[in-house]
């Protein structure tokens, strides 16, 4: 016959058990969000803050309003809908300090910097003439549509006659940026 | 050569530039295998009734205990936000595979705790009873303040121990096979992505727990100038050799597949194993951490001709060829896997560093963790020397 007095050793540990139970389901209902799960295993309200942070990416009309020349440049070419930010930065910086230029004629814009090589670039606004960059779209890749300008690299400098087909450069020996047409 | 595509024109994903899961996370799983593996191998003594683990059951179960209680330690250290790492465990959900974690662990672990206080609550008791100052506290609390046992509550204590211990399994399986189900379920990294993940996460956990027994006791008997008993030591080298051929079988199995049939991802694995990982697949989980072993363990495991300290140096060094196969495994897995972009045509670095939070330095201390815990809860429960009065008070 089992007595209380053989057991009271698991009620205690019971009472424990129970004791950081619900010290843990109090300490849960605390941290889990209101609105988690709501729309999916996520914090719904997530969304609106995701939103109202400012956009980094700035739209080519953007630089058009200004740069107009290049917009003309680009019209019908293949490089029309390639976005601008691809090649030169998100320009946040930049544009912002444009236009407070528009309205305090004593802002001057500095330069566009080199591109780094680092497809991971802090830099504001950069110009890249590294074959690098033209390669990230069209070096030739299994699996690419058939009418889209690819290269394989050696092969396609040597048939042009590249002067210098090791420099970084080299794609603009024939190429421009905006209009692409040798 | 085949590899000229891959190495000619390599990409990379941008958001593959940098291997976002660091040496932390390659300690993980290793330490939560040994948790599982040592505690299969005390179930083998209070399930399975192998009299031969004796001296290594109670050792095994706080040698789990104490492997548990830091298990997390890697995931604080990398996560780098404290609240992050406590997050996984207090806010468990079963709609994400890793927030399901929070379950799974505090589950385990409180079986494990409760496994280990009933197996020694008869000794608690006793110091309780003859202890004195602030120890005698000490001991009282840790009895929940009751303490008297009845030979009725021996009895229940020892049923329960046993339950507990059925039910350890599949949650210690569970455990560990969930932190391969982790890796398994990833299905854009085809190094990771395969229903093997979980069996062979949970395969070399549990010889990683043998082997860490076997050179924690061992060391042990060194230490207290105890002769190791050669039968526990033979019992052990068995389930090593045992385990570790099922392992070794497993990954192989998991690897040829891939092999065999040569997907699109083939060429890219291919290049990973014969470049990146080398040495550490190649040389040290293949060579050096498994068909030396697997040669070797014989040895000490069924051989009854040789000597009794020359069987037990080789079970040792098996032990530890072992435990840097499991290891090379983990990196393998968790490293390797982030060393290729999903693009499979473009290979990144992991600098691994001496010091900072995820560095060479802080990963040996985390090790090292454990064994101070081991090392603490040997001072207040008698885990050794192995005692038979105790030993036969926990078994069913």
């Known amino acids: 016959m089992t ?9 205690a540990l019971g009472a424990c058990l129970a004791a950081v139970g619900l010290v843990g389901m109090v300490v849960r209902r605390e941290m889990v969000p209101d609105d988690f799960g709501t729309k999916g295993p ?44 691809h090649c030169h930065g998100l320009a946040v910086d930049h544009v912002a300090m444009a236009r407070r230029g528009a309205e305090d004629p004593t802002v001057t814009l500095p330069p566009a910097a080199e591109w780094d090589g680092d497809f991971l670039t802090k830099a504001d606004l950069y110009i890249s003439k590294d074959r690098a960059t033209c390669l990230s779209c069209h070096e030739a890749v299994v699996g690419m549509p058939a ?17 210098e087909p090791l420099s970084r450069e080299t794609c603009f020996e024939c190429h421009g940026g905006h209009d692409t047409a040798p | 050569m085949e590899f000229h595509a891959l190495h000619d024109a390599p990409f ?3 958001n593959d530039a940098h291997p976002a899961w660091s040496i932390m996370i390659v300690l993980y799983p290793y330490i939560t295998g040994m948790v599982a593996g040592a505690f299969v191998v005390s179930t083998m003594y209070h399930v399975f009734h192998r009299e ?26 990398h996560l780098h936000q404290p609240l992050r790492a406590f997050n996984v465990v207090a806010t468990p959900s079963p709609t994400s595979a890793m927030a399901g974690f929070g379950f799974i ?16 609550r008869p000794a608690i008791v006793e110091r309780a009873a003859t202890a004195t100052g602030a120890w005698r506290g000490v001991y009282r609390a840790l009895a929940l303040g009751v ?3 009845t030979p009725r509550a021996a009895e229940i204590d020892r049923r329960l121990v046993y339950a507990l211990s059925v039910i350890g399994i599949p949650a210690a399986c569970v455990l560990h096979g969930y932190v391969g189900f982790l890796f398994g379920a990833i299905k854009a990294n085809p190094w990771w992505s395969t229903s093997m993940m979980p069996v062979i996460f949970l395969t070399s956990a549990i010889v990683s727990g043998i082997a860490v027994l076997t050179l924690l006791y061992l060391f042990l008997c060194q230490r207290s100038d105890i002769e190791p008993d050669a039968e526990c030591v033979r019992s052990l080298s068995r389930l090593l050799w045992m385990f570790l051929l099922l392992a070794v079988v497993f990954e192989a ?19 990973l194993l014969s470049t990146k990982l080398r040495f550490s697949y190649l040389t040290l989980q293949v060579v050096i951490g498994s068909i030396l072993p697997l040669l070797l363990l014989p040895l000490p495991a069924f051989s009854g001709r040789l000597g009794a300290g020359f069987r037990h140096s080789i079970a040792g060094v098996c032990a530890v060829l072992v435990l840097v196969q499991v290891a090379a495994m983990r990196w393998n897995v968790v490293v390797g896997g982030q060393l290729f972009s999903k693009s499979f045509r473009g290979f990144v670095e992991y600098p691994v560093d001496w010091f900072g939070r995820e560095g060479l330095l802080a990963a040996a201390v985390v090790l090292a963790m454990p064994m101070v815990l081991l090392w603490g809860a040997m001072q207040i429960l008698p885990v050794w020397p192995p005692s038979p009065e105790s030993e036969s008070g926990a078994k069913s």
């Not at chain 1, 007595?3 to 009620?11: A, E, Q, V, Y």
């Not at chain 2, 031969?52 to 250290?77: D, E, I, K, W």
């Not at chain 2, 662990?105 to 020694?120: A, C, G, R, T």
């Open chain 2, 12 to 14: 990379i994903f941008p």
């Open chain 1, 42 to 85: 996520y914090r719904a309200s997530a969304l609106d803050d995701i939103a109202a942070q400012p956009s980094l990416f700035q739209a080519d009309a953007t630089c058009h309003a200004c740069h107009a020349s290049v917009e003309h440049e680009r019209a019908g070419k293949s490089h029309e809908t390639v976005s601008c930010a």
């Open chain 1, 147 to 163: 009418d889209f300008k690819k290269i394989d690299v050696a092969l396609h400098l040597e048939e042009q006659g590249a002067s």
């Open chain 2, 147 to 149: 303490v008297e046992i």
């Open chain 1, 3 to 11: 007595s209380f007095n053989d057991t009271r050793h698991l009620w």
């Open chain 2, 105 to 120: 662990y505090s589950f385990y672990m409180l079986v494990l705790l409760v496994d280990v206080w009933l197996i020694f």
């Open chain 2, 52 to 77: 031969a683990l004796r001296p290594v059951a109670h050792l095994a179960v706080v040698t789990s205990l104490c492997l548990g209680a830091c298990a997390t330690l890697p995931l604080l250290l």
């Open chain 2, 253 to 271: 199995i998991d690897i040829l597949h891939v092999a065999y049939e040569r997907e699109e991802e083939w060429h890219v694995i291919r290049a």
